[in-house]
């Protein structure tokens, strides 16, 4: 069974979809997390953003792994290395919205997040589950939440990752994620036609999950 979890950036749609694969049992795939690593790597080898083609080669050079510890965490390994937490860092949250809008970035890494999630039972979180990656899940979902209250949690988020971070600084880089991930060419952030829409602004991450499990369990 596949399960699709889309949505912006702050939608609580990581959190819902680790805690969901939890209590089912499911292996949890962060897509975001693939394009987070190979960001990270086109930083330390000193490829210039806006050089597509070396972009390009390097993408079909690397090897990314999504490991679930048994407390649930998802552990991610770059060519062989855990980069789960330098993936987080807020020079990758600033410059892996431009790497994922790469048309040929996105095919290459369709490849993975397909394979990764048709061995198994498993739930997947990102921007284009539900449209591109398996639109052919059995249960899709849209998080969605009020723009300044996504701000909010990512702001807290990053804060208790003890980075730091101003509110300004992340109100920005949210709105222009937000404008590239929507506007991007191949495969933009949007909703599925048979996803199951979710405002979240003014719920719990316990209400959510409920939410979403109950839609599941109707699936069953």
């Not at 498993?122 to 849209?142: H, M």
Request: charged fraction near 35%; charge should be negative.
């Amino acid at each position: 069974m596949i399960i699709a979890i889309d949505g912006p950036a702050g939608a609580g749609k990581s959190t819902v979809a680790k805690i969901i694969a939890q209590k089912l049992g499911f292996f949890y795939i962060d897509t975001g997390a693939i394009y987070r690593a190979l960001t990270l790597k086109a930083i330390e080898e000193g490829i210039d953003i806006r050089d597509t083609t070396r972009l390009i080669a390097m993408a079909k050079d690397t090897e990314i792994e999504l490991i679930n510890d048994q407390n649930g965490s998802l552990k991610v390994f770059l060519d062989g290395r855990d980069v789960t937490l330098e993936i987080r860092q807020p020079r990758i949250t600033k410059l892996v919205s431009d790497i994922s809008k790469i048309r040929e970035i996105r095919e290459i890494m369709l490849g993975l997040q397909r394979k990764l999630g048709s061995t198994r039972d498993s739930v997947l979180d990102g921007r284009d589950i539900g449209t591109v990656v398996f639109p052919e899940a059995e249960k899709k979902f849209y998080l969605d939440a009020q723009f300044q209250e996504r701000v909010y949690r990512r702001y807290r988020e990053l804060r208790q990752l003890s980075q730091d971070v101003t509110l300004e600084s992340v109100e920005d880089d949210l709105r222009n994620r937000d404008s590239i991930d929507s506007s991007r060419e191949f495969a933009p952030l949007k909703k599925a036609d048979d996803a199951i829409y979710i405002d979240t602004t003014h719920m719990s991450i316990d209400e959510v999950v409920s939410k979403v499990t109950e839609h599941i369990q109707k699936a069953k």
